[in-house]
């Protein structure tokens, strides 16, 4: 078991992170004393198979739950399954000291956090993600949202949990390539900041696709920190540091939106968004073509794809320049020097952007 | 003109109380330089008086503008309502570089401070508060929510404003029943803080309903001087400091809510629940006679009720008990020792509450 502390003043909190511990998530909620009625928010399968497991470990602590089941896609982040949840929220809270658990991967961590931002102008919720990619990424560092019908994320805050606490156990019952998208931010997290992280993954990777305890361990340690650091130095993405986090996400998120959500999950976008962002690197001159082919042997042993199917480049392009972040700023994209150190670069032509997205089509 | 500073560190902002300055909105904002896109969030009675003096005044600053209007009801503080305006936001947004006016009383005031909380996990926002109650309460202090069935203000969120900018003039337009609502939360703030403020009300209310210029800017800029001194020691209601603020409305929002929000205004309501807070605080020995006389007198000189309109005890007892203060929580009320001197008191006997109803029916 590890723990490492993210330190935002008040808003601080610890991650945990440990194999088959989630019958000691009672006890580390009751030590943080944040409420005695916990609504766990979560979906119908990660009940089924963990539910009772979390029931009898917050019981035995003293801390009635209510299950809300909401489903497992996308749907969930609506505004309307928003004010579904906080009704029901209401309906629960009498004369409670409620708390809410995020007991999901991204889409509940990212509904429920946001449920506890805005309910009675906040209160305490944790994070208890179950897949690798929540676990990794999702759960850390409090960015809350749902989507609307125009886009994704597209309201939401700034609001950090009490504690995340990641069960590696739970990572088991995963789908093959759940946990490759996974894999792919924890890829993205060796290329941006941690070279002995990537060297790692060459090395272990089958490792991890057998869910080796110790191998899950370090990755989700290594990964956590990194994530951890940049949150602490820019919380709320006011700095342009924790922008680095979004290497392979522009054009990914843009493949994914072109591809309707559907053909590519989200760590397999932002895979050939690495992949892209190392073609323009290369193009540019700033990308070394070892590192390029090294980090496209890494992303196919992961499962991950390098190449995109069957989406029109122009419809790729449309979606990126809709992509929110170029509102009112100009088109920015995170590029790597070499494995570790990256560069954030401007006003990259768009017949370049073009020609990678063909030269992976 | 007067000005006040707010000072949360990396979150204060000023407040500007002056007589017909609405012209000078436009270089205001264009000195905050927090956009160049307002997206103005009102209802249609003002903007067909002051919408042309607004565009005019922005547009000179180089800001472009859109009206939103809202209906000039508590309706337009549903879910419904507030998705509505986030949807046509996003529209309004595309390669913008945007920012929210909230030109209206407290329920724009409060819709409006909420999506600029939401939207794009936190856009710029300013108030521009249309009545004498929002200009001292309600547009200080960011608070901010919208309500859902089960209840007023359930879901919200702490976020501040850049400015508040309050134009004195626009309060010649008020009916009287609304300035004397206002005049209500101006009374507490000498109640509560500030003794010669009260004494100044005692002499001059009549001036004050005449709209007298002088008049207005000083219990304008006293009023948001103590909410503004008070915001900055406690800005999340976290330490207490900001529970005085109460006085008046635990019992006055439980009248309010028993009536159906229809027999009585919010200030009429806290006319009332000041006085019961009075009753109490005499039967208890803690309020003297002679101050609760003055009260009495100066409400009533203010056109405000004294006496409570057919509302069944036992209804105003039920709604006092769901309000969302006490969950997890003791019965509290604040109450008074003298003007400027309050008191919090717990656990106060529910038949003595009962009694200072009864009372006042």
């Known amino acids: 078991m590890k723990a490492i502390r993210l330190n935002l003043k008040k808003r601080s909190y610890g991650i945990i992170i440990g194999s088959n511990i989630i019958g000691l998530l009672g006890s580390c909620l009751k030590k943080l004393n944040i409420g005695t009625d916990a609504y766990v928010i979560t979906n119908?399968?990660?009940?089924?198979?963990?539910?009772?497991?979390?029931?009898?470990?917050?019981?035995a602590a003293g801390i009635n739950l209510k299950f809300k089941l909401v489903a497992d896609t996308e749907k969930s982040k609506s505004i309307a399954s928003l004010s579904g949840v906080i009704e029901d929220i209401v309906d629960f809270d009498k004369k409670r000291k409620i708390f809410i658990i995020a007991?999901?991967?991204?889409?509940i961590g990212d509904l429920a956090g946001f449920v506890a931002s805005i309910y009675k102008r906040g209160i305490p919720y944790v994070q208890v993600p179950t897949t690798l990619?929540?676990?990794?990424?999702?759960?850390?560092?409090?960015?809350?949202?749902?989507?609307?019908?125009?886009?994704?994320?597209?309201?939401?805050?700034?609001?950090?949990?009490?504690?995340?606490?990641?069960?590696l156990g739970l990572l088991k019952s995963l789908e093959i390539r759940q946990l490759r998208s996974g894999l792919?931010?924890?890829?993205?997290?060796?290329?941006?900041?941690?070279?002995?992280?990537?060297?790692?993954?060459?090395?272990r990777h089958k490792d991890i696709f057998k869910c080796n305890a110790r191998a899950l361990l370090n990755i989700v340690w290594r990964s956590s920190l990194i994530k951890a650091r940049i949150v602490e130095q820019d919380e709320r993405e006011e700095k342009g540091l924790r922008t680095i986090l979004n290497f392979g996400h522009t054009l990914g998120h843009a493949i994914e939106a072109a591809a309707g959500f559907k053909k590519y999950n989200h760590g397999e976008a932002i895979a050939l968004g690495m992949l892209l962002a190392c073609d323009?690197?290369?193009?540019?001159?700033?990308?070394?073509?070892?590192?390029c082919i090294?980090?496209?042997?890494?992303?196919?042993?992961?499962g991950l794809p390098a190449r995109i199917k069957k989406i029109p480049v122009n419809n790729i392009i449309?979606?990126?320049?809709?992509?929110?972040?170029?509102?009112?700023?100009?088109?920015?994209?995170?590029?790597?020097?070499?494995?570790?150190?990256?560069?954030?670069v401007e006003n990259i032509p768009l017949e370049l952007i073009k020609k990678v997205l063909r030269g992976r089509i």
């Open 44 to 59: 119908a399968r990660i009940k089924n198979k963990y539910g009772a497991k979390v029931s009898k470990s917050l019981k």
């Open 103 to 107: 007991f999901g991967g991204g889409v």
């Open 133 to 167: 990619l929540a676990q990794v990424d999702s759960s850390i560092g409090g960015k809350t949202a749902v989507d609307l019908t125009q886009g994704k994320n597209l309201v939401g805050a700034f609001y950090q949990p009490k504690v995340v606490f990641s069960d």
């Open 184 to 203: 792919a931010e924890v890829i993205k997290y060796g290329i941006i900041k941690d070279p002995k992280l990537f060297v790692y993954l060459e090395k």
């Open 280 to 291: 323009i690197g290369r193009e540019l001159g700033l990308t070394g073509n070892k590192t």
């Open 294 to 302: 090294r980090i496209e042997r890494l992303i196919k042993a992961a």
């Open 318 to 344: 449309k979606a990126y320049y809709r992509d929110k972040k170029f509102i009112g700023a100009r088109n920015r994209l995170v590029l790597i020097r070499n494995i570790g150190r990256t560069k954030i």
